[in-house]
């Protein structure tokens, strides 16, 4: 399920330009640090990364979309020392990044970019773009000058840094870059631009800053519901109805505990016929409810096959293996009549419960390939854009 995709080009080296027509660079390249944060997904999913991405519907009038990679990981070289011509280093490992370029009527060109670097190579990335106009304001190299200017960010605070670059020759000039570079927390936003107007440059970086927000924010239950099952994943028959909304488990004690509570939850139950629902699914946000159904399915097989609840109900269950999967999961299994399989799959912030009820010729294994099949949607809110 987890795509990882090779990308030819990651998001500093659109810093790359800085150093003006035909240097290749200015010194000895400065190893990384030897501690690096954990990277790739382990951050931001890509999904989520391309929310934060702004669209041509967030940029002043007269830009089109002119090429896109959104939702890659790669390995991601950054500068280790300024922008002065230094030589990029690579971090190991993937990073999950998302690009888009934008084309203005005028012929100039703005890319937005941001990446799950780290709070720290966030942080660190926005300096070297802060400190570029004082440590190199101005060299000539190959024939060519270049120099190097502080570009105003209102309204972005210190997380913030432009800086603005002009080369010239003794035969002419070539268009002025902008760059700016925003962290906001672990992720890196990047925005270079070739050419244009310079105060459009700023409400492009101001807008862009704004939409990083949307990666942090937790899905909508509109959104989780993409990742749930239809009709069409079940055997032939089944329909959508309407279901109790959530699932109760009991822990040893004999307490309910209640599966999804959050109003943001995605629920959706099926019936083979006019009767109750045989298969139910919900997908939620993780927290102390998700953690406290684990606990208590885990613990159900091993240590209280048999609970009485507090209505006096006894609820016996045996141990339900789910379908082999790498994410974090757990099955009972309801020794009633009919039988009832339910299992829990959680991944990052999010879990997946699934209940089927083994009536109407469905039996455990067709079970786990119904929990099989939503597992894989469940996983596509991670790993698909």
């Not at 300024?82 to 084309?103: H, K, N, W, Y």
């Not at 507090?310 to 020794?335: E, K, Q």
Request: hydrophobic share 40%; aromatic share 6%; proline share 9%.
């Amino acid at each position: 399920m987890r795509r990882i995709i090779a990308a030819a080009c990651a998001v500093p080296v659109l810093f790359a330009g800085l150093a003006g027509p035909g240097d290749a660079s200015a010194g000895p390249a400065v190893p990384a640090p030897a501690a690096s944060p954990p990277l790739g997904d382990d951050y931001f999913t890509s999904a989520q990364l391309t929310r934060g991405l702004i669209s041509a519907a967030d940029l002043p009038p007269g830009y089109t979309v002119a090429g896109q990679s959104a939702g890659q990981q790669q390995q991601f070289p950054v500068f280790g020392t300024d922008l002065c011509g230094a030589m990029p280093q690579e971090i190991p490992g993937p990073v999950t990044t998302s690009r888009r370029t934008f084309r203005h009527t005028d012929g100039s060109v703005t890319t937005v970019a941001i990446a799950a670097v780290g709070s720290q190579r966030a942080r660190e990335i926005v300096g070297l773009v802060a400190g570029a106009p004082a440590t190199c304001p101005s060299r000539t190299s190959g024939g060519w000058t270049t120099t190097q200017s502080r570009l105003a960010l209102p309204g972005l605070g210190g997380a913030a840094a432009g800086v603005v670059t002009r080369s010239r020759s003794a035969t002419g000039a070539v268009p002025r870059r902008q760059a700016a570079a925003a962290a906001a927390g672990d992720v890196s936003l990047v925005v270079t631009q070739d050419g244009g107007n310079q105060a459009r440059f700023v409400k492009i970086v101001q807008a862009a800053a704004r939409k990083l927000a949307r990666i942090s924010a937790p899905l909508t239950a509109r959104e989780l519901r993409r990742g749930l099952i239809s009709a069409a994943d079940l055997p032939a028959g089944h329909h959508v109805v309407t279901g109790p909304g959530s699932f109760t488990e009991y822990d040893c004690s004999g307490n309910p505990v209640r599966f999804p509570v959050p109003a943001s939850a995605a629920y959706r139950a099926f019936a083979a016929g006019p009767g109750a629902p045989t298969v139910q699914v919900a997908i939620g946000p993780g927290g102390p409810v998700p953690d406290d159904l684990i606990t208590a399915v885990r613990t159900r097989g091993r240590d209280c096959p048999t609970v009485t609840d507090r209505s006096g109900v006894r609820h016996a269950t045996t141990y339900f293996s789910p379908p082999a999967t790498d994410i974090d999961n757990g099955g009972v299994l309801y020794r009633e009549r009919p039988a009832v399989a339910l299992a829990h799959f959680c991944e990052r912030d999010l879990c997946l419960v699934v209940r089927v009820t083994l009536t109407g010729g469905i039996g455990e294994e067709q079970a786990r390939r119904i929990m099989a099949t939503a597992t894989e949607r469940f996983l596509d809110l991670f790993y698909q854009p």
